[in-house]
């Protein structure tokens, strides 16, 4: 998308962003109100609403940054509060929550690439609205692939890390979880090391392959 002014860029970016980033959090609360935890339901967050879901820094700031920078595109919402002593079998239903959200993305960049698709065959009879339909369902692609990717590696607290809880020992996962608060800045050490974009493109180039076969790009 080098061709692209940054201005479309952000134009293109800006829903496939706000839609991969909440809906991947409705995906964990509603699996947690489906497993017994109401408290996303009764504090709003069972909702498409992006109001509900912005985090300043993680909804705007960073993706728009790695825009501007051309780097890979990822952010996050506001975490959907799940309260583990409402779950029927907490730690292995907290693996299903988690679950959820990456599952989430995955749907979400199928549903992209037929948006893609759709856009290739009125390129010729629409060219403005193909050509926006193309761009705009490869960046849902990426940025949901991203996403699932990023989130499934088991580094608390992302959602890799809820799942590998689930088959450690009780004494082991909590060992294990005591990272969470440094979880972001091994994240960051990652990627300023030149780690975290080779571990996450191995994945997200299969599942890009897989989906452009499946609907037939």
């Not at 998308?1 to 800006?14: F, K, P, R, Y």
């Not at 699996?31 to 408290?39: I, K, S, V």
Request: proline share 7%.
């Amino acid at each position: 998308m080098n061709e692209l002014s940054l201005m479309q860029t952000i134009a293109i970016w800006t829903l496939p962003v706000i839609f991969a980033i909440t809906v991947h959090e409705v995906a964990h609360g509603w699996m947690a109100n489906r497993l017994g935890d109401p408290t996303a339901k009764m504090l709003g967050r069972l909702t498409l609403n992006p109001i509900k879901h912005i985090d300043p820094i993680g909804t705007v700031i960073v993706p728009l940054a790695l825009l501007m920078l051309g780097g890979i595109v990822f952010g996050w919402a506001k975490a959907v509060p799940v309260t583990m002593q409402n779950l029927k079998r907490p730690r292995q239903d907290m693996a299903w929550v988690a679950i959820a959200g990456p599952a989430a993305n995955l749907l979400m960049a199928i549903g992209w690439a037929l948006v893609m698709k759709i856009g290739e065959s009125l390129q010729h009879s629409l060219p403005e609205i193909g050509v926006f339909m193309v761009y705009t369902g490869m960046a849902g692609i990426s940025i949901n692939l991203i996403l699932l990717v990023l989130n499934m590696i088991p580094i608390p607290p992302l959602d890799g890390s809820r799942v590998l809880s689930a088959f450690l020992s009780p004494k082991l996962a909590w060992q294990y979880n005591r990272i969470e608060p440094y979880g972001f800045f091994i994240l960051l050490g990652l990627l300023l090391l030149g780690v975290l974009t080779p571990l996450l493109f191995g994945p997200y180039n299969l599942l890009k392959g897989l989906i452009f076969s499946l609907v037939g790009l």
